[in-house]
């Protein structure tokens, strides 16, 4: 069996979002900015899609920009507003948990003489609005926090974090690349002034993303171009792709309630059943609201690595937030951040469902799971000077 | 990253895993917060290694090594087996990805610490 449990990675393409794409591939082909026929009929798909999308998202049409990423959006919506509020102050807060596209433009643009504050997570993953309120000055542009985290699926307190931005007349940016097309808001409920999405996170292609920039925000070119997508991110629109993301997001929001749902209970009878079949393991995040098809378990005395590849050994495809999965062999950030120790953190397993996930797969899996752990565990000397104690 | 198939092999049905009781010489390398940690038991006889055991808390290399370096030094003097490196542990495991040469040094490190005990022994 073959049970792919890392949809916060990415997930399928969906059939609607392919069907929609095909003609972009195929027959029109024409640069949306061209002025012929060719280019008309793009010009018009690429309108339409961004419509579709800001109606979703109860926003403008030109609000939206296309990107070519989450990550390209998140660079392009920070690097772009710090750089035209540079005169009001050059000080930014963002979370101490963000993706690596936000906390490394963060850190780049500590090198590039603005002043960053991390802010603390609880155990939940929860940033502390205390700490956020305390953290601002005078000079504070920008407050950057995700909406809900990649790893554990910890879900933010937008709502207040966005009151405190407004109050302060701070600029609110969110990554909500794990949230848009899983949890229905629009960034108006927010007070939101710039987010950025991608479309594989919720079964539209890849390669393509979207950055919402509220009516009136100053940005600065950080790409610089042709006039594409307001000048902002120049480039031959990548039609296609567009056309499938609005189309994904459309079937998405059509079923959003039901697979909020499904993947909850799948999510919810996993860990009843793990928690059951296997000691010694912790559940992050459990305590608070998250994603519904995202589990992090903690395998204490063991490391993720191992336990990832006897998964993927048995077909099942899962992330790990160890060092050993990671090119830089550091414990994930996110866990770390926490508080979780680097000793536990090194174990610790994500498992993400998504809509294509089924009760059988999962059945598998609380099947496949308890022998890889007790044979990893036979092998570690951690688990045997714990078991002596 | 990809592990070779000896990799895989050897991290999937790993040799000589378990432990000796009394151990002629034993030795542990590394520690939890860094990921990995090596227990090598050895039973000696007339400076021969006639019997040698693991435990490895640690990623698929790192189980990899370990497995690959006790049949590296089974039935072999404990001078041969201290001229075991690191290199060629991860040349027996048709190589390693650049940044899991450091499992490499773990195995290597083990059998050194439990020879080191084992000759520390017998000189007392």
Redesign the interface.
Same mark, same amino acid.
């Given at each position: 069996m073959k049970v792919y449990l890392d949809n916060n990675a990415t997930t399928k393409l969906c059939k609607e979002a392919f069907e929609a794409m095909v003609p972009y591939l195929t027959e029109y082909y024409g640069n949306s900015h061209s002025m012929h026929r060719f280019g008309q009929e793009t010009g018009k798909a690429l309108r339409e899609a961004r419509e579709t999308i800001a109606n979703l998202l109860k926003i403008e049409a030109d609000e939206l920009i296309f990107t070519a990423s989450g990550t390209e959006a998140n660079n392009i919506g920070i690097r772009g507003v710090v750089r035209a509020f540079e005169r009001r102050g050059k000080h930014i807060i963002v979370s101490e948990i963000e993706h690596p596209s936000v906390r490394n433009t963060a850190k780049d643009l500590e090198k590039l003489g603005y002043e960053v504050t991390f802010l603390k997570v609880d155990k939940n993953g929860l940033v502390d609005l205390e700490q956020l309120k305390k953290s601002i000055r005078k000079d504070t542009v920008l407050i950057s926090v995700m909406h809900a985290n990649n790893e554990v699926g910890t879900i933010q307190p937008l709502k207040e974090i966005g009151q405190i931005a407004k109050g302060h007349r701070i600029l609110f940016h969110v990554d909500a690349v794990q949230t848009v097309g899983k949890l229905k808001f629009s960034p108006k409920d927010y007070n939101i002034d710039l987010m950025s999405f991608s479309a594989h996170k919720f079964y539209g292609p890849k390669g393509v993303g979207a950055l919402y920039i509220k009516k009136g925000t100053r940005m600065a070119k950080f790409i610089t171009g042709g006039g594409q997508e307001k000048g902002l991110r120049p480039g031959t629109s990548n039609v296609a792709a567009i056309v499938g993301m609005a189309k994904a997001l459309e079937v998405a929001f059509k079923n959003i309630k039901e697979e909020y749902k499904k993947e909850k209970e799948l999510r919810d009878y996993f860990e009843e059943k793990i928690i059951e079949k296997i000691p010694e393991i912790v559940i992050n995040s459990k305590e608070v609201d998250r994603l519904p098809g995202t589990s992090s378990v903690t395998f204490k005395? +063991?490391?993720?690595?191992?336990i990832l +590849?006897?998964l993927d050994?048995k077909g099942i495809a899962v992330s790990s937030g /160890? !060092?050993? /999965?990671s090119?830089d +062999?550091h !414990?994930s950030h996110v866990l770390l951040g926490m508080g979780i120790?680097?000793?536990f953190a090194?174990g610790t397993i994500r498992f993400s469902i998504g809509r294509y996930n089924t009760k059988e797969e999962i059945d598998y899996v609380i099947n496949e799971l308890p022998p890889i752990i007790e044979r990893l565990r036979?092998?570690?000397?951690?688990?045997?000077e714990f078991k002596n104690n | 990253m990809q592990y070779s198939e000896k990799v895989m092999d050897h991290f999937m049905n790993p040799r000589n895993v378990g432990v000796i009781e009394n151990p002629d010489g034993y030795g542990k390398i590394g520690n939890a917060s860094c990921g990995d940690m090596m227990e090598i038991f050895l039973r000696i006889e007339d400076d021969i290694i006639k019997d040698v055991k693991f435990r490895t808390f640690g990623c698929a290399s790192a189980i990899a090594t370990s497995s690959i370096s006790t049949e590296m030094i089974l039935g072999k003097k404990v001078s041969e087996a201290l001229e075991v490196t690191n290199k060629a542990v991860a040349e027996a495991l048709d190589g390693l990805p650049p940044q899991k040469m450091h499992c490499s040094v773990l195995a290597e490190d083990a059998i050194k610490a439990a020879i080191e005990d084992y000759l520390k022994k017998k000189n007392n």
């Open positions: 005395y +063991l490391e993720g690595e191992s +590849l006897s050994f /160890s !060092a050993c /999965s090119e +062999l !414990a120790e680097e000793e090194h036979m092998m570690s000397p951690l688990w045997n | -």
